[in-house]
């Protein structure tokens, strides 16, 4: 497993790999389950990073 220490690490490499990690663009899934308890299973694919210091990741 990759481990980073984003104090140990330069802002521009921080970017790279933010970037990298937005696009192109995953796919996630999101869950939720009603008041009744059905679950609901959805596909997820608006993923966007801002910034590096401090980073910030929208979704």
Partial sequence: MLKI???NTPIPKLHH???G???PRPIAFA???DKDG???L???SF???FGV???TLIF
Avoid: G, Q
């Fill in 5 to 7: 220490d984003p104090k």
């Fill in 17 to 19: 790999m933010l970037l």
């Fill in 21 to 23: 990690s937005v696009a």
């Fill in 31 to 33: 869950s939720t389950i």
């Fill in 38 to 40: 059905n679950p609901n």
């Fill in 42 to 44: 959805s596909p997820f």
């Fill in 47 to 49: 993923f966007n990073a």
């Fill in 53 to 55: 210091n401090p980073t």
